[in-house]
């Protein structure tokens, strides 16, 4: 008790001594503080404390407090003895970690925010203060380290240096409540960013990222994100609701020169949502809505840029109610296919048909495959969907080869994801084994992205399956971030021209340079060019004029079914 007040009256003679009132004057004057009270009060407080002995060897901590177990994960017991260093695990190479060096070598204070690690080996971002503790000479026979975690407070992407999702919502926050106009949200994705990082390594990856933050942090917004790997979130005060498409059409504008990264230079699409609301509207709600909005713009070909509209919330419930309900799809055989008949350019015969995926889903009736694939593959449902829709496919062609003359090839798509989580070839050897289907029957789609230089067991795969005689074919040619030069070092029979080279090939010159070059490239190769998506008469001659053999396209027919498709094998 009379320490209590001993402590008490000291704080009194500061409060009455304003004018000389300094920190430093009133440590210096204040009388040894109670260790029992000392020790409540570290106690009480929700920052970490630490405290070190620098005159020992090593500098070991010799006290922490409860807030610093709890932040750390380490016990007192655990902690005490060490030097505070082993809090940065191994990962020494930080700039503020010098700034701490030389401020414990001067004896003075520094506060900077450090990468460190709690017991469990997860990552925290340690804001630190450090102060030193002196004793009546001055010296600083300890110090003090005050630990707040801020992993989450301070808002702010690291690789780009944007704010983080956290750090948006506080400014939308913050915006609100100030601001009478309208606000607009935009939210970005880089398309198949997947492919650069395996395509080119993390590093160029990460290099996109940052260059993509550079552009939209020049943006005139009121906030620029990083919400997502690759998602960006921009926020703009609109005084016309109206000139919301023309201000993302400004944003787009900005990514589309290419970009230069180590080792490639890139032309990067964006898919982008908007959504504009008032400034005082709650904004989680209008993240969400540009989210909802940008879900849309992904699934278009094209990803043009897409306005939030209230069906496409129930859109994006949807799209989990299918990611749910795809997982008994297969079971309760409301899946099946469409076949795509493929036509010899020159005689018209019919050499192929693609086999395209439908879904009847009891609810919301046949589904294409745009709708569902992609959350397929999110959910790994693919892998199942694969496995059922090449038996029967592989099935279908025994069936329709059996008493053919010249039998046809049946083209299948498969999901990189198979590729990479499925030995493809014990695979298809069983398939083929089942079913009575013969291996140069077969042909398996894969767009481009497979094609990108990490080849290791894919390539491996490729060169089995070829080996065996099925034949490999890349889809959407020409639409990925891939370089051309990785055709020759993959064993491929085929790629398919994208369908957008081909649309308009009779009106656009830039078009029809590209679809010459992609089908002299497979003539030089000795791999068969197919067109897709050929839909007139002068697309078809032109793309036969080039020299491709292949077409498929509405021109001849859409993807039939089985019935309709039977006419088709009964005709040639
Ligand atoms: P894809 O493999 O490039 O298939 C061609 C798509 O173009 C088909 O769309 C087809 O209906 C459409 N198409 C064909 N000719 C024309 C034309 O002349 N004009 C236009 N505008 N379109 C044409 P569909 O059936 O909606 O399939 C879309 C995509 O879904 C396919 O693109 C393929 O990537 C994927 N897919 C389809 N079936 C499967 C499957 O069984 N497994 C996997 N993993 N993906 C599949
Ligand atoms: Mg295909
Ligand atoms: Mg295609």
Redesign the pocket.
């Known amino acids: 008790m009379a320490r209590h007040q001993a402590a008490d009256r000291s704080v009194d003679a500061a409060a009455s001594e304003p004018a000389r009132w300094s920190p430093r004057g009133w440590w210096a004057r204040r009388p040894a503080i109670p260790p029992e009270a000392a020790a409540r009060a570290l106690a009480q407080v929700s920052d970490g404390v630490l405290i070190a002995d620098m005159r020992q060897q090593g500098h070991p901590i010799v006290e922490v407090n409860p807030a610093f177990e709890v932040i750390t994960g380490y016990p007192a017991a655990e902690a005490i003895g060490k030097n505070c260093r082993y809090l940065q695990g191994s990962d020494r190479l930080q700039p503020e970690i010098a700034e701490v060096r030389a401020a414990l070598q001067e004896g003075r204070g520094c506060s900077v925010t450090l990468r460190n690690y709690r017991r469990d080996g997860t990552l925290f971002r340690n804001a630190l203060r450090l102060v030193p503790l002196r004793n009546k000479a001055g010296r600083a026979t300890h110090f003090m380290g005050l630990i707040r975690d801020v992993t989450h407070a301070a808002g702010i992407d690291r690789l780009t240096g944007l704010l983080d999702r956290y750090g948006l919502l506080d400014r939308l926050a913050a915006i609100g409540a100030g601001a009478p106009a309208s606000l607009l949200l935009i939210k970005l994705d880089i398309v198949r960013f997947h492919d650069v990082n395996s395509g080119f390594g993390y590093d160029a990856g990460d290099a996109l990222l940052r260059a993509a933050a550079s552009r939209l942090a020049a943006l005139p917004a009121l906030a620029v994100a990083r919400v997502d790997t690759n998602s960006f979130a921009l926020a703009f005060e609109l005084d016309d609701p109206d000139g919301a498409a023309g201000t993302v059409d400004e944003v787009l504008d900005i990514l589309r020169p290419r970009f230069l990264l180590p080792g490639a230079s890139l032309a990067v699409k964006f898919a982008a949502g908007f959504a504009v609301g008032a400034t005082d509207a709650d904004p989680l709600q209008l993240v969400r809505q540009a989210g909802a909005a940008l879900q849309r713009s992904k699934a278009q070909a094209g990803h043009a840029p897409h306005a939030f509209a209230a069906a496409d919330e129930r859109e994006a419930r949807n799209r989990i109610r299918l990611a749910s309900e795809l997982q008994t799809a297969v079971a309760n055989q409301e899946l099946f ?2 076949y ?1 008949p493929q036509v010899d350019l020159a005689s018209g015969d019919l050499v192929g048909a ?5 879904w009847d889903h009891g609810a919301f009736g046949l589904q ?3 709708r569902f ?1 992609g959350v ?2 999110e959910t790994g449902a ?1 892998l199942e ?2 496995a059922w ?1 090449l038996r029967t ?1 592989a099935a279908y062609a025994a069936r329709s080869n059996r008493n053919r003359h010249v039998p046809i090839r049946f ?5 990189a994801l ?1 590729f990479t989580r499925r030995d493809m070839l014990a695979f298809v050897d069983r398939v083929l084994d089942e079913t009575g289907c013969r291996a140069e029957w077969l042909t398996l ?1 894969l ?1 481009e992205n497979l094609m990108l230089p990490e080849p290791g067991p894919v390539r491996r795969a490729f060169a089995d399956l070829r080996q065996r005689g099925v034949e490999l074919s890349i ?2 040619f020409g639409t990925g971030y891939s370089n051309l030069r990785y055709l020759e070092s993959f064993p491929l029979s085929e790629i ?1 021209v ?2 957008s080279f081909v ?1 308009d090939v009779a009106d656009s010159p830039a078009k029809r340079v590209i679809a010459e070059s992609i089908v002299k490239l497979g003539a030089a190769l000795d791999i068969r060019v197919v067109a ?4 007139t008469e002068a697309e078809r001659a032109i793309m036969r004029t080039l020299g491709c053999s292949v077409g ?4 001849f027919a ?2 039939l079914d089985e019935a309709q498709f039977q006419t088709w094998l009964d005709r040639s």
């Open positions: 296919f469409h795509q693609e086999a395209l995926l439908r294409p495959p745009d694939i397929a593959e693919i969907i694969g829709g496919v083209a299948f798509n498969v999901s198979e789609e767009t889809d959407d398919k994208d369908r649309r897709e998506g050929i839909e498929q396209g509405f021109l859409k993807p």
